[in-house]
Structure formats: structure tokens, C-alpha cells
């Protein structure tokens, strides 16, 4: 029986794969998990955008997600 993948790797492991290829699908992916994941699944995945993501583009190409507060 395989097991499932949560939501949260899901995303992971899709933005991890676009990271590299184009910012601006980058973008629209993270805002899409944002709005599909829980609060602390959020935390979650912030956590590993800053620490995992992040690190391996150079400073000029980083990019910044504007969260919305509801």
C-alpha cells in the first residue's frame, strides 16, 4: 500500500522542481499552496521557502511572495 503525500509535500516538492526553471510560476504556485493550505501548514511551508528555496539563488534573483492577511 503506498502512502499518501500531505498537501504540504506536495507543494514542496513541486516548487522545489520550478524554483530553478521560472519565477513567475514560482510565484503563482506559491500563491495557489498559500490559499490551499492550512494556518500552520503555512508556518510550515514558509519556514522551508526561507531555508531550503531561498538558498540556492543568488540574492538579485530571490523572490518575494506578498501574503495576505485574512
Not at 522545489?16 to 504556485?29: G, N
Request: proline residues 4%.
Amino acid at each position: 500500500m503506498r502512502s499518501q503525500k500531505t498537501l504540504l509535500d506536495y507543494h514542496r516538492e513541486l516548487l522545489d522542481k520550478i524554483s530553478q526553471a521560472d519565477a513567475r510560476v514560482f510565484r503563482k504556485e506559491l500563491r495557489k499552496a498559500f490559499r490551499r493550505l492550512l494556518p500552520e501548514e503555512r508556518e510550515l511551508l514558509k519556514q522551508w521557502f526561507r531555508s531550503a528555496c531561498v538558498c540556492k539563488r543568488p540574492q538579485e534573483q530571490r523572490v518575494t511572495v506578498p501574503v495576505r492577511r485574512a
